[in-house]
């Protein structure tokens, strides 16, 4: 082998030069890439994990509704008999108030994210005083009762007032026994 002239030493130089930059341009191209999907992933943890303490602060918090509703249940009721002690209370705290019922109108079960649900559609008369002594009776968070549509106008006569609304009891459906079927036995 023969020994390399100045020039071709210097361009022997330059050529390995250049590939060791090349190498190390690629390199530092894959590091790099490899540096930012990490800071993705770190970023994308993050968010993950401070949505999960929010959840966890969120069930902390709702420890005291589980409790509540744990200790008053909602009632249990077939459908009818839902729909018959709602008109009963109903009536019950429309007579206690002093106010007559216009117009009464049973709406059907329904059932919803809450439970199942009956409605009356109702049509009061009487002293406003009466209508907010009603409602105060009515709406109450053990008796899984709701207000879902009150309309009040003046009445002819100043101290009252026309009332609609529309009263919501929750209940779970119940099966009584002897309402289910029975096997046959032999």
Same mark, same amino acid.
């Given at each position: ?8 030493? @210097? ?34 943890? @993050?968010?993950?994990? @401070? ?65 199942? @649900? ?69």
């Amino acid at each position: 082998m023969r020994t390399l002239a100045a020039n071709e030493k @210097t361009l022997l130089l330059l050529l390995c030069g250049a590939l060791f930059i090349a190498v190390n341009m690629a390199g530092l191209r894959s590091f790099l890439k490899a540096r930012d999907g990490l800071q993705k992933a770190i970023i994308k943890s @993050t968010a993950e994990l @401070t949505l999960d303490k929010n959840w966890i602060a969120l069930g902390n918090s709702l420890t005291p509704a589980d409790a509540w509703i744990n200790s008053h249940p909602m009632p249990c009721f077939l459908p009818d008999e839902a729909s018959a002690q709602l008109l009963k209370s109903e009536r019950d705290a429309a007579e206690l108030a002093g106010l007559k019922v216009a117009e009464e109108n049973l709406l059907p079960s329904q059932e919803t994210t809450y439970g199942t @649900t009956v409605a009356v559609s109702v049509k009061l008369t009487g002293p406003f005083e009466g209508v907010v002594k009603m409602l105060f009776s009515l709406q109450n968070p053990t008796a899984w009762r709701t207000i879902k549509k009150l309309t009040l106008k003046s009445d002819a006569q100043p101290p009252n007032v026309v009332t609609d609304l529309e009263l919501h009891q929750y209940f779970q459906p119940s099966i009584h026994p002897e309402s289910s079927p029975t096997p046959n036995h032999p």
